[in-house]
């Protein structure tokens, strides 16, 4: 069982930046990616950002495209988002998650593999 903990939300003005962290353990597996998801109040768990296990293709959901990048450290065990341009529809509980990719006829979808831990708020002020 992949352990996930995340870290680095907060409250910012809309326009700003956070850097989220998701530290990892346990084994790894080569067929899984890592990805973001988020949890607006009253909202779905939706999907944000994953990207390979070895830290390669990246992937985003179109509303976050341009404006968060994913990133991972292999040596670290660590998944980062860095989120730019924030403005209020951002504002959620992250989550990450080891993820299966799959084609679901338009592009890619990515089914949680691991449980989920307590996320981290991210608020972002008009």
């Known amino acids: 069982q992949v352990q996930l903990v995340e870290s680095g939300g907060g409250l910012v003005q809309t326009g700003g930046s956070l850097r989220l962290s998701c530290a990892d353990s346990?084994?790894?597996?080569?067929?899984?990616?890592m990805g973001w998801f988020r949890q607006a109040p009253g909202k779905e768990r939706d999907f944000v950002a994953a990207?390979?296990?070895?830290?390669?293709?990246?992937y985003y959901a179109d509303s976050v495209k341009g404006r968060f990048t994913i990133s991972r450290d292999t040596a670290k065990s660590m998944t980062y988002l860095q989120m730019n341009s924030l403005n209020p529809e951002d504002t959620a509980i992250y989550y990450c998650?080891?993820?299966?990719?799959?084609?679901?006829?338009?592009?890619?979808?990515?089914?949680?593999?691991?449980?989920w831990g307590q996320g981290t708020q991210v608020t972002v002020s008009s």
């Open positions: 998650a080891a993820v299966l990719p799959a084609p679901n006829g338009t592009g890619l979808s990515f089914s949680p593999q691991s449980s």
């Open positions: 346990g084994r790894t597996y080569s067929n899984y990616a």
């Open positions: 990207i390979a296990w070895t830290g390669e293709r990246p």
